[in-house]
C-alpha cells in the first residue's frame, strides 16, 4: 500500500488550504482513512477520520467546525479542507489507512501510513 499525502503549504492565519491523500495497492473503498498531524518536538496527533464508506466522520476538538474530511472512492482519494487556519495547525500531516472499514483515532489502528505534507501557518 502506497500512500501519497500532498496540498501543504504555507498560509496566512485565516487562510485556507485543501490537502489530498492519494492510495494505490489496495482496495481503497474497503478501509477508514485518517488525516494524523505532527509538529516538532510533539507527538502524533489525531485529526480527522473518515470510514470506509465516508458514511461517519470524526474530528479532534480543536479542528471542529473548520475542518473537513472526504473521500472520493472511485479515484482512491481522501481530502482535507482546512478553513480558518491557526498558527497551532502548523504541522506535517499524515494520511494513514485503518485496518479495518471503521475507523478510530488510535494511531494503533491504522496499518499503512504516507509520508506528511507540511503545513505552516502564518500569524
Known amino acids: 500500500v502506497q500512500l501519497q499525502a500532498f496540498g501543504g503549504g504555507l498560509v496566512q492565519a485565516g487562510g485556507s488550504l485543501r490537502l489530498s491523500c492519494a492510495a494505490s495497492?489496495?482496495?481503497?473503498?474497503?478501509?477508514?482513512m485518517g488525516w494524523f498531524r505532527q509538529a516538532p518536538g510533539k507527538e502524533r496527533e489525531f485529526v480527522a477520520a473518515?470510514?470506509?464508506?465516508?458514511?461517519?466522520?470524526y474530528y479532534a476538538d480543536s479542528v471542529k467546525g473548520r475542518f473537513t474530511i472526504s473521500r472520493d472512492n472511485a479515484k482512491n482519494s481522501m481530502y482535507l479542507q482546512m478553513n480558518s487556519l491557526k498558527s497551532e495547525d502548523t504541522a506535517a500531516y499524515h494520511c494513514a489507512q485503518s485496518r479495518s472499514i471503521g475507523t478510530t483515532r488510535v494511531p494503533h489502528d491504522y496499518g499503512y501510513w504516507g509520508q506528511g505534507t507540511q503545513v505552516t501557518v502564518s500569524s
Open positions: 473518515i470510514t470506509w464508506n465516508g458514511g461517519i466522520t
Open positions: 495497492g489496495r482496495t481503497f473503498s474497503s478501509y477508514g
